[in-house]
Each structure stands twice: as structure tokens, then as C-alpha cells.
């Protein structure tokens, strides 16, 4: 079955840093999704990545999708205290990406100290 | 901006008992996940509807896990009796469907279970 491994586990910068998180598949990947959880609350929608190479940006949060290497790195710049969370990259597994199942990596803690 | 709502959003129960939880997705998605979250893990997917039928319920527990959505719209997943290792959150998700590149899967804001 695939996997979705996320780098590092948990990360504490200061406020005005940049940060770059990665999730690497075990098996190719057919997209990529990158949520936002605050403690104890749903996932927040951030972009999707379809296609290798593809980059997307929101305000200060950069995707970017590499296929070939099977991964998947999300970059914060100039982080702020509104950044910390948790974030989670998804994917659809081969098969099912026309179901819209979406399995999960564990996720990345991310703390911004003011 | 609609949103994905659950109830309740806390839930303590003891062992054997039985609980439900209640979705009702973002008007207008066909599909409907249930989505598991252990704490410090990811969410595993439990169920899915397209509509009111169940396109993928390998992972529910069915021995003790139900999940309907009868009228294809809002949904309600039970769990009898439950057991200490079901305390976890459980999310519920929804999109338009057509496949992930169509829509992105939208989530509420979850149920946490306790069980004692």
C-alpha cells in the first residue's frame, strides 16, 4: 500500500524565518494536497499540485510538486504566529483518483515563536 | 463560505456503549467521507458515499462500525459497543466529486471521541 512520509515531524522557527516541509510517497504520485489543522479542528484546504514540476503559491506558502522524485515540499516565507499549525500533505492512491480518496502523511507541527 | 457541519464537536463515552455522530456536507456534494484521526497521525479514510450509496467502506470495522446517508445528503456513523482504541477524532469531508483533480475534499471541524 502507499505511504506518504512527511519531513521533519515537528519544527519551531522564529517569527520572520523561512521553513520548507516535505512529503514523500512511497509509489508515484498522482497529485498532492496540502491541508492546515489547527489543534483539535478540521483540515483547511491550502492548494493541490496535479502535475510534476507544478508550483502554486498562497500569500506566503509555496507548493511545489516533483514527481520524479516522488515528493512534494511546501515552503514558508517570513513566517509569522498565524503560520503554526499542523500541516498535512494527501494524495490519491493509483486507482482512486477518480474516487477522491485521499490517504494522509502524519503531518508536521509547526510552532513560530514571536 | 459554507462549510462542513458536525455534531456533536466533544463526545465522552464509556466503553460498550453506543454513539453516533452526525454530518451534513457543503449543499450540492455528492461525495461524503469519514475520515479517522488517531492523535499525532493522519487521518485514515473509514467510509465513503457517492450520494446514498458506499463507493469504499474497506476499513470500517464493520463488526462494530455502521455508517448510512439515506437520502444522500446528510450522514450519521455509529459505533456499537465502543471500545477504549476508538478514541480518536472523526472527521467528516465533502466535494462536488469527479474525481480529485475536480474538486478538493472540504472538512468540518470533527468529533472528538473519548472513550473511558
Known amino acids: 500500500s502507499q505511504e506518504l512520509e512527511q519531513s521533519p515531524q515537528s519544527l519551531i522557527v522564529q517569527e520572520g524565518k523561512n521553513l520548507t516541509i516535505n512529503c514523500t510517497s512511497s509509489k508515484t504520485l498522482y497529485g498532492l494536497y496540502w491541508y492546515k489543522q489547527k489543534y483539535g479542528e478540521g483540515l483547511i484546504f491550502l492548494m493541490m499540485l496535479q502535475k510534476g514540476g507544478e508550483e502554486k503559491s498562497h500569500e506566503k506558502i509555496t507548493a511545489k510538486l516533483d514527481e520524479k522524485k516522488q515528493q512534494s515540499s511546501l515552503h514558508i516565507t517570513a513566517s509569522q504566529p498565524s503560520h503554526a499549525g499542523i500541516y498535512l500533505c494527501?494524495?490519491?492512491?493509483?486507482?482512486?483518483?477518480?474516487?477522491?480518496?485521499?490517504?494522509f502523511g502524519q503531518g508536521t507541527t509547526l510552532q513560530v515563536k514571536p | 463560505e459554507a462549510e462542513v457541519a458536525q455534531s456533536p464537536r466533544y463526545k465522552i463515552t464509556e466503553k460498550s456503549q453506543a454513539v453516533a455522530f452526525w454530518c451534513d456536507p457543503i449543499s450540492g456534494h455528492a461525495t461524503l467521507y469519514w475520515y479517522r484521526q488517531i492523535l499525532g497521525q493522519g487521518p485514515e479514510l473509514l467510509v465513503q458515499f457517492q450520494d446514498e450509496s458506499v463507493v469504499d467502506d474497506s476499513q470500517l470495522p464493520k463488526d462494530r462500525f455502521s455508517a448510512e446517508r439515506l437520502k444522500g445528503v446528510d450522514s450519521t456513523l455509529k459505533i456499537q459497543p465502543a471500545e477504549l482504541g476508538d478514541s480518536a477524532m472523526y472527521l467528516c469531508?465533502?466535494?462536488?466529486?469527479?474525481?480529485?483533480?475536480?474538486?478538493?475534499?472540504?472538512f468540518g471541524n470533527g468529533t472528538r471521541l473519548t472513550v473511558t
Open positions: 494527501g494524495a490519491p492512491t493509483h486507482g482512486s483518483s477518480n474516487t477522491g480518496k485521499l490517504i
Open positions: 469531508a465533502s466535494s462536488l466529486g469527479g474525481g480529485v483533480y475536480n474538486s478538493p475534499l472540504h
